[in-house]
């Protein structure tokens, strides 16, 4: 009897750990944002307490294309901290004048408060800017929230065939697609550059991976 009161007592007891925390207080405060481009100091902030951190590569290659011309790297800093990016390959404007938007992506803790579509905005409003006919993304399947969210800010999902790892497709211009992903498309509205076929055209990675954002 005594034994059985003891394991009660380490079933409530486990229970009260499980418990949600007593709160004391409740309050908001205001985030300054702001987006700019990636300075290099930026780097190893952005590889985000090492989460990151085996894209180092990654964000060194893009930060030299930044410094050519080639792409853009902007950066959310919030509070002095970067805590949001999204990168654009500007290397396509002169084959089909679409811009590529990739790596899109905020910190956990500051999602759903409107940075990653700020991001995006801004992504899109550079590349009007400089002609570009549209911007293009792609995204895992699996990942339905970054898709809703890009479907509400007007990218169509492109219909490609169940793909292998870089399989090429054409549709309509030679595209290598990594993994399970949707592509996606938007018009900026803007005169877009005439393209006669697909011939003579570099087949071309999307490196557009973006995560939640």
Known sequence: MQRH???ERSVT???EWLAEPEVFDRFGITLDVVIRTCR???LPVLEWFGQFTP????MEDTFAAQARGESLMLVAEVNGVASGQVWIDLTRREVDSTGVIWAARVLPCLRNRGIG???LETAERILRDRQFARAELSVERSNVA???LYERLGYTRVNTRPVRDGEVTFDPIAILVQGDQWLLRKNLGTREHAVSGTGGLRPR???ARTDEA
């Open 5 to 7: 009161r003891q394991n």
């Open 13 to 15: 007891n486990h229970c």
């Open 40 to 42: 290099r100091e930026d």
């Open 55 to 58: 894209d180092r590569g990654i």
């Open 117 to 119: 579509r700020r991001l």
């Open 146 to 148: 970054a898709l809703r």
């Open 205 to 207: 990675m999307t490196r």
